[in-house]
T-cell receptor, first 111, second 114 residues
Framework: GQQVMQIPQYQHVQEGEDFTTYCNSS?????IQWYKQRPGGHPVFLIQ?????EVKKQKRLTFQFGEAKKNSSLHITATQTTDVGTYFCLGGGTSYGKLTFGQGTILTVHP | DTEVTQTPKHLVMGMTNKKSLKCEQHMGHRAMYWYKQKAKKPPELMFV???????INESVPSRFSPECPNSSLLNLHLHALQPEDSALYLC?????????????FGPGTRLLVL
């Protein structure tokens, strides 16, 4: 079945350092979505990528979808303490209802 | 209104109790979801309703029983739960069917089974 591997599991950075998390699917995806979950909170939608090779930016966040539509990354430039939380990717499969979360990356930012 | 609301926020129940979780959205979304999330783990999909019909059941034990009374409401009925069922239960909705659409999550119900 479809599996989505996400690395790293944990990332500790100093404020101002960059951060990247990666997702890799065992099968081709129709789309990939990224969510952020603050400690004690619920997942909040960040972005959806649909096209092969797509790159989208939101201020300090850059999202990429691989050419083969099997991998994706989220890069944060110059992290801030407000970036703390768990970042999940959610891969949408090509068959109905096939949704697979990555394991998440827990980001800690030290001031 | 771009919110998904869930009640109650917290729930403590014994293994012989019957309780229900409620979820509501007024965004006109046609798909609604129940997820279970354990600490430091991703949400696990339990059920999907599409156009008020149960379309996906991810082999969830029968002690969890979903219900979709109308397009805005989603319930999860709980009966004879086990301590390992303690978790955050998240409801979500999306404009259309699953797989393709952005999901909007509610704040969740933190469930403790004693």
């Amino acid at each position: 079945g479809q599996q989505v591997m996400q690395i790293p599991q944990y990332q500790h950075v100093q404020e101002g350092e960059d951060f990247t998390t990666y997702c890799n699917s065992s099968t081709t995806l129709s789309n990939i979505q990224w969510y952020k979950q603050r400690p004690g909170g619920h997942p909040v939608f960040l972005i959806q990528l649909v096209k092969s090779g797509e790159v989208k930016k939101q201020k300090r966040l850059t999202f990429q979808f691989g050419e083969a539509k099997k991998n994706s990354s989220l890069h944060i430039t110059a992290t801030q303490t407000t970036d703390v939380g768990t970042y999940f990717c959610l891969g949408g499969g090509t068959s109905y209802g096939k949704l697979t979360f990555g394991q998440g990356t827990i980001l800690t930012v030290h001031p | 209104d771009t919110e998904v609301t869930q009640t109650p926020k917290h729930l403590v129940m014994g293994m012989t109790n019957k309780k229900s979780l409620k979820c509501e959205q007024h965004m006109g979304h046609r798909a609604m979801y129940w997820y279970k999330q354990k600490a430091k783990k991703p949400p696990e999909l339990m059920f999907v309703y599409s156009y008020e019909k149960l379309s996906i059941n991810e082999s969830v034990p029968s002690r969890f029983s979903p219900e979709c009374p109308n397009s805005s409401l989603l319930n999860l009925h709980l009966h004879a739960l086990q301590p390992e069922d303690s978790a955050l239960y998240l409801c979500a909705s999306s404009p259309g069917g699953p797989t393709q659409e952005t999901q909007y999550f509610g704040p969740g119900t933190r469930l403790l089974v004693l």
